[in-house]
């Protein structure tokens, strides 16, 4: 299959078949997707939950807009983004960037000293969405390489951040929930897969200068 028959395949999938599961060599397939996707500086300030556990989806599904996708779907992907500014985010960077590249920490301190002052840059804010937008990547990667194993997906934004981050425990690693995704296999059900894609038409979505 190509690009576009895949990405013509794949839509957001509103009803999962609960009984078919992912296996753990495509979620592996998956997973590194995910690590090998761009980052700003390649800082990659986020982390990746991959949750299965079904009670706990329960729960989430309550502040999801009770969408059944939430429990249906074989995991729920939760992209959380790193909301606090950390040097040692950087410092960790640099330490990992020297042992994969095999160069001195030295030769990369200027690098490292640049990223930090970029970071000082921003406000709070600007770093929050700034880390946010990061993970859009990362599921943007997870989507497409779905789309490659045959694999349903739905991303979505339609849940409330602060009961994940509560729920999850992810305040008190300095991280928030920024986008999730439901993946798995489609039902038969879902008459959504039928539908034709509504999308801008070429002409308008693009301007050659
Ligand atoms: C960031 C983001 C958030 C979304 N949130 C939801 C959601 O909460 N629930 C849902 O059913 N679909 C959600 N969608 C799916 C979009 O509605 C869908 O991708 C869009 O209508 C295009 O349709 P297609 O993906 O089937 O081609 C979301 C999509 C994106 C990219």
Not at 152 to 170: Q, R, S, T, V, W
């Amino acid at each position: 299959m190509n690009v576009l028959e895949n990405l013509k395949w794949r839509y957001a999938t509103k009803k999962f078949d609960p009984s078919r599961k992912i296996e753990d060599h495509s979620l592996d397939v998956l997973k590194e997707s995910i690590q090998l996707s761009v980052s700003s500086f390649g800082l990659q300030l986020y982390k990746v939950l991959f949750i299965k556990d079904k009670e706990l989806r329960e729960e989430l599904k309550k502040f999801s807009w009770q969408q059944n996708q939430i429990t249906d779907a074989s995991y729920i992907v939760v992209f959380c983004n790193y909301i606090k500014k950390s040097e040692e985010h950087v410092d960790e960077f640099i330490a990992l960037k020297s042992y994969t590249e095999q160069s001195s920490i030295e030769d990369l301190r200027g690098y490292g000293d640049f990223i930090k002052t970029k970071i000082k840059e921003k406000s709070i804010k600007e770093y929050q969405h700034w880390t946010a937008l990061q993970t859009y990547l990362a599921l943007s990667n997870l989507l497409y390489s779905c789309a490659e194993l045959k694999i349903d997906a739905c991303p979505m934004e339609g849940f409330i951040p602060e009961k994940y981050n509560d729920i999850l425990k992810l305040s008190e690693q300095g991280l928030s929930a920024s986008v999730i995704a439901a993946i798995g296999y489609r039902s038969d059900k879902d008459k959504t897969q039928y539908y034709s894609k509504t999308r801008k038409p070429i002409h308008k979505l693009f301007e050659e200068i």
